[in-house]
């Protein structure tokens, strides 16, 4: 069975960066489409970014478009997402997941692995 484990969450000020890392054990991502959701106290959990298994195609949630990059997802057994210029909005748990499928989704149902998540805290 695939384990995920996210990494790099933190508690930083508005504008600055953090670089989240989703390590894989018991297999490789190169088989798997990749995504990563947040979560927010009384809130639904929400699409971020996807990368499709061949990593050649990325998608982004509109409230996150030109400032976070997913990056990986094939060959290495990581994958990053860069959060630059965050907002307070952005606080959330974050949360890598793994599909058995070429494309990435937005919707959680769709994958098959789950890390336990990675607090990330943006105060103003």
């Known amino acids: 069975q695939v384990q995920l484990a996210e990494s790099g969450g933190g508690s930083v000020q508005a504008g600055e960066s953090l670089r989240l890392s989703c390590a894989a054990s018991?297999?490789?991502?190169?088989?798997?489409?990749m995504g990563w959701f947040r979560q927010a106290p009384g809130k639904e959990r929400e699409f971020v970014a996807g990368?499709?298994?061949?990593?050649?195609?990325?998608s982004y949630a509109d409230s996150v478009k030109g400032r976070f990059t997913i990056s990986g997802g094939k060959g290495p057994n990581t994958v990053y997402l860069q959060m630059n210029s965050l907002k307070p909005e952005d606080t959330a748990v974050y949360y890598c997941?793994?599909?058995?499928?070429?494309?990435?989704?937005?919707?959680?149902?769709?994958?098959?692995?789950w890390g336990q998540g990675t607090q990330v805290t943006v105060s103003s």
């Open positions: 018991g297999r490789t991502f190169s088989s798997y489409s």
């Open positions: 990368i499709s298994r061949s990593g050649s195609l990325t």
């Open positions: 997941a793994a599909r058995d499928g070429y494309s990435s989704s937005r919707f959680y149902a769709d994958y098959d692995y």
